[in-house]
């Protein structure tokens, strides 16, 4: 159990910084990354930034085509959890 524990985790871990370097490359200003989300700060008027994020969180890198990955996205003026 604790290998397969270890191997989704890394898998996990590369998912997200495909992801947090998609963002940066998107000019998605990352605030704060916490164990699966990612927070960015936009100005409150910007209409595309949560779609942006949907769309590079989805998007999978060429060795995880086919997982079936998917998230949510939240728009908020403060972070809380």
């Known amino acids: 159990p604790i290998l397969i524990e270890n191997i989704d985790q890394a898998a996990s ?3 997200l910084l ?3 370097l ?3 490359a ?3 200003p990352v ?3 916490v164990y699966d989300e990612i927070v960015i700060e ?3 008027n ?3 930034a949560a779609g942006k994020l949907r769309s590079i969180m989805r ?3 060429h060795w995880a085509k086919g997982l079936p990955v998917d998230c949510k996205v939240e728009e908020s003026k403060r972070y809380t959890k």
């Open 31 to 33: 605030v704060l990354h």
């Open 46 to 48: 910007d209409t595309e």
């Open 59 to 61: 998007d999978t890198p």
């Open 13 to 15: 871990r590369d998912l």
């Open 26 to 28: 998107a000019k998605l």
């Open 18 to 20: 495909d992801a947090l």
């Open 22 to 24: 998609k963002s940066q």
């Open 42 to 44: 936009v100005d409150e």
